[in-house]
């Protein structure tokens, strides 16, 4: 029928178990066609997940899951793959809406063959933006989709733009929950285990942003995110705590006016409004009480405590691959930190002596510049982390 045609590329993650829920919301198998879901390691709920809503796909972009993922389809009439190769396919299928939520620089290529295709974009998958910047921009624009972002704080600022305004947006406000270290020294934070770093204060999300929350390397990635989102100098990008994670973001105009957008912290919203867009869902998910609320706290960002929020400036000044090298570098580094190879703090140590070892690279005007930059990259935090490890 005319039921609008959807993907969600990383279902069995938190966003793509949250996408899922509104999709259920809004009316489910009777009001989307699900053309192609993608998984990694959780074949048992992307079965499930394919049946309940009746995808057309379900790809595990692990061989390894090949048979598990086809015997729990037998029989259901819905097509089971696995790999490199048919997660691109996938991605490529005739989907009018992609949700990217996949974690890290897995999801580029596949959501570069869905930006290439024409689907509309709705991305969580930031990794996208800051290593490919304005070349991922640019192959949305190429396969004539949108580009709807579904990240809260660019979600935020997305609602926060009026069409007719862009010329007279001073600056955007990224807000930042300071993580379960807000108000720890790095003394406290030098020994930190997963298990204590992964405990955010209010938001429930996948590992590697968690981690990422803790160590506000999730910000500096939201910096460079906005940057292209938005195609904001780096001057008029500004960070500040917002404990409560009330206010999702703001942008700030030339009279001096701030337009913020409010919410329960549930990305539950940002999923939806980028799938109604540009009108809004009605969604059941939790209203604010003000009242109860009584106060909203800021705080200014410490970039001592929180080097990566200087990182991102770092990498935003000096433009280039210094946005893929950083987050090449802080994924291997963030993975050695969960295997109890480095300690918290090291991650931004190795990020950074990436990001200075490689700051003579060019200016990326392809994507396999993109991809050489990250695969070196990668070799050097490697390299450096291997190094750590025996001064220890
Ligand atoms: P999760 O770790 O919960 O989910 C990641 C998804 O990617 C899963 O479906 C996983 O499959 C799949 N995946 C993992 N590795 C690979 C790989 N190598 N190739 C293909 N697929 C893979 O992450 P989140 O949902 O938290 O985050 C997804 C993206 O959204 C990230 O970029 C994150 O920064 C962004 N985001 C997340 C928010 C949140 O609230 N969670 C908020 C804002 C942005 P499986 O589980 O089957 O192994
Ligand atoms: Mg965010």
Known sequence: GAHRRISILGSTGSIGVNTLDVLAQLGGRDAFDLVAITGNSNVEL???????????MAVTADDANYVALKDALAGTGIMAAAGREALLEAASADADWVMAAIVGTAGLAPTLAAARRGADIALANKECLVSAGDLFVTAVADGGGRLIPVD???????????????????????????????TWSREQMADVTVEIAKAHPNWSMGLKISIGSASMFNKALEMIEAKHLFNLRPDQIEVIVHPQSIIHSMVGYTDGSV????????????????????????????????AKLARLDFEAPDEVRFPALRLARMALERGGVQGAVMNAAEEVAFQAFCDGRIGF?????????????????????????????????????AELISKKEMAA
């Open 259 to 290: 337009i913020a957008q409010l919410g329960a912290p549930d990305m539950r919203t940002a999923i939806g409004y980028a799938l109604a867009y540009p009108d809004r869902p009605k969604l059941n998910v939790d209203r604010l009480d003000f």
């Open 152 to 182: 809260s704080e660019h979600s935020a600022i997305f609602q926060s733009l009026e069409d007719d305004q862009h010329h007279a947006v001073e600056r955007i406000v990224l807000t930042a929950s300071g993580g379960p270290f807000r």
């Open 46 to 56: 992307l079965a499930r997940q394919a049946q309940d809503f009746g995808a057309r």
């Open 345 to 381: 703090l090291s991650m931004a140590d190795i990020a950074e002596g990436v990001m200075e070892a490689m700051t003579g690279h060019p200016t990326a005007t392809t994507i396999d510049a993109v991809f050489a930059a990250d695969t070196e990259a990668r070799r050097r935090a």
